[in-house]
């Protein structure tokens, strides 16, 4: 992945920490992280335009195409910041399984939108024990007639019930692969659930034959969802 010069990295650590310094501070953070949705959207456009939430995304998908350097900076600043929003699930794990995967197609889809912000993307990867290993995966796919469908449970899942776009990790007749997944399908239920630190969400995801599309992995679908989870 490519990085940014010095000169525009240190630009957009300033942009960056001036933007959190006025709309995140302790008074912010204690407010937003008690409403339902757990951040605020007007931060998180903002952060959408000055090209945080697409930071790691291909520029020829309206990202800035910066690489692990640029990534580690934002995380120091939004740590330091306690900053509520959904940028680790759909800015990094969501963008970066969906360019792994190497299906062009739902890159062109999908991409342009999380960067944007105005898709807020999640991924659904392991069971109840939350355990990253293939034998944690707890959903199967099966055939439904011409279509496949979604049956089983994914749990800790990032932001799930702000999710406009879920990338489920699913065993299916032919081996591990990921289904992209509207949450306000029918057969899909979101679950919200507790969380020590409330400046987090997680929820949790039934499939009961669910609707859903395959996406075209180029290559080993673990292998993708490893690195996504590095």
Known sequence: ???????ERNALRGSLER???DHAGEADVRRVMETPSGYDPDLWLRLAEMGIVGLIIDSAHGGSGAGPVELEMVMECAGAALLCSP???SGV???HLLAGLGDQEAAARHLPGIAAGTTVATVALTDDQGLWTPESVAVRATRAGDIEVLDGVSSYVLHG???DLVFVLANAADGPAVFEVDPRTAGVAITPLPTFDHTLRL???TCDGAGCRRLDAQGSVWDAVRRALD
């Not at 992945?1 to 010095?6: E, K, P, Q, R």
């Open 19 to 21: 933007l959190l310094a």
């Open 203 to 205: 929820a949790r995801l």
């Open 87 to 89: 940028f680790l699930a």
């Open 93 to 95: 794990l969501a963008a």
């Open 1 to 7: 992945m490519a990085t940014l010069s010095d000169q």
């Open 161 to 163: 019930q702000n999710a």
